[in-house]
């Protein structure tokens, strides 16, 4: 499809043609020759560049016969990859690896043209995901067994082994990231992979999946399948998929992970998010500030992992004017722009959405000190825009209790660390949360009293290192065993245990004998 290295103009002419001649390539390997075939699909999704709406190209809903052919063919590979030896997999890995390096510009301009971000964002986002595929590199010695001798001549041993054929449901804030969290893992374990990018931006899974053939990936190890519920539905049902790994929001995640646990699948879903930081009086100010407004309006605030509620503790409380000021500052514009600080939200309906949410916090009696609402970017009239807004709420108003995933800063008042972490530990959600402050003391206090899957000291979004793994918890995930690291190699193994017996009597002698046999 694409040049030996692929290029930026390459992809721009090729796949994201402004009015497409015919629909776009389908998928990788819903035939059994590790092909992209045309999709015989009678629904088509348009994919838009959100900072104009100018159509880029479009999606199939994958048909019942093609989702089937995928899933076959991932069947039929497993045959073979699953037998392959933990170095040969560990080969292709490092492959990856380097031609992801490689085509980092492209998969990059993908990113910016679908989903919006600031190209040194989308740049982060692949950097991100490469982590993982780098960890992945170290496969031979994560899937070390165990083995012990039970009793005299007799072993036990215990191996990681494959699952089959596994999924993944990608969500449309990270194009790259979410991908490479499955992808690797799943396939340096020895298994097959159905991925279901999302239908808004879909270009670079695709580019990935022809980086994996180029790196040497057998035909129908992964296969790309795209659409909306439907495929959704079908790779929940499907009889021989092992594992769905979901990240998205919360209606769609337990969605998943109750109709895929009902047909006796392994589930992860990672879903919606309220991350909550406490900016302590003796923090670094300048650190503390600037973190913040970082972490809750990078991406437009499209993270799972964004900071969307900082609460402010005791003489702290006077730092919010120069909060405001420096959300102010920042740029909003298209994400190939120079000094570009945030781009726009996915779509007109999320900007819909975000918009109802400031809106209900005016008329619930909460304090608007930035309001981005209005805001209008030259060049760029028809894109889903939305500025840094700042909103002094309570816990009762419903920006506060929804997920609003926009640039969006929701400021609470506490007068203490307690009544602070107690803010946070009502809430139902559980991914992340973060303190600011220059004292021990308090933030082991914090780090022991609040429940929430990931803390950050002095340190606004913590996102584990794939050596690591995600924990996110309370509402925020389904299933009991998170995203890459240690819990990605269980998630995509079962174990065999094996004990056998081998008597020492029973050994064949290691010389021939010359003495006259005297048979008794």
Known sequence: ?????????????????????????????????????????????????????????????????????????????????????????QRFILELQRLIRENSDSLAASIVLEQGKTLQDAHGDIVRGLQ?????????????????????????????????????????????MIPLWSIPMATVTGNTLILKPSERDPGAAMIIAELCQRAGLPPGVINIVHGTVPTVNAICDHPIIKAISFVGGDRAGKHIYE????????????????????????????????????????AAGQRCMAISV??????????????????????????FEKDVD??????????????????????????????????????YERGNFIGPTIIEADTRMKCYDQEIFGPVLIILKADTLDEGTQIINQNRYGNG?????????????????????????????????????????????????????????????????????WKAEDALTSRASVHMPTHH
């Open 259 to 298: 109709r895929g646990t009902k047909n006796g699948k392994r589930v992860q879903s990672n879903m919606g998010a309220k991350n909550h930081a406490i900016l302590m009086p003796d923090a670094n100010k300048n650190l503390a500030l600037n973190s913040i407004v970082g972490a809750a309006f990078g």
């Open 433 to 501: 949360t973060a303190i600011f402050t220059q004292s021990g003391a308090t933030a082991r206090k914090f780090e022991h009293n609040v429940n929430i899957g990931q803390i950050g000291i002095n340190v606004p979004i913590p996102v584990p290192l794939p050596m690591f793994s995600w924990s996110g918890n309370k509402a925020s995930a389904l299933g009991d065993l998170g995203f890459y690291g240690k819990s990605a190699i269980e998630f995509y193994t079962q174990k065999k245990t094996t004990t056998s017996l």
């Open 132 to 176: 993982v595929v780098e960890h992945a590199a170290s496969a031979p010695s994560l899937l070390l067994g165990e083995k012990i001798e039970v009793s005299r001549d007799m072993d036990t041993e215990v191996r990681k082994v494959p699952l089959g054929v596994t999924s993944a449901i990608a969500p449309f804030n990270f194009p790259a």
């Open 1 to 89: 499809m694409f040049p030996a290295r692929i290029s930026t103009r390459a992809i721009c002419v090729r796949s994201y043609a402004t009015i497409p001649v015919q629909p776009p390539l389908h998928g990788l390997n819903s035939t059994a020759r590790g092909e992209f075939v045309q999709s015989r699909a009678t629904q088509w999704i348009d994919v838009v560049d959100p900072s104009t709406q100018t159509l880029l190209t479009r999606v199939p809903e994958t048909t019942n016969n093609e989702f089937d052919l995928a899933v076959a063919a991932a069947s039929e590979a497993f045959k073979t990859w699953s037998k392959t030896t933990a170095l040969t997999r």
């Open 310 to 335: 900082a609460i402010l503790v005791g003489d702290a409380q006077a730092w919010l004017p120069d909060l405001v000021n420096l959300a102010k500052n920042l740029k909003v514009g298209g994400g």
């Open 342 to 379: 945030l781009g726009p939200v996915i779509s007109p309906a999320s900007k819909d959405r975000i918009l109802g949410l400031i809106g209900s916090a005016e008329e619930e009696g909460g304090k608007i000190h930035l309001d981005g609402r209005h805001i209008e970017v030259s060049g």
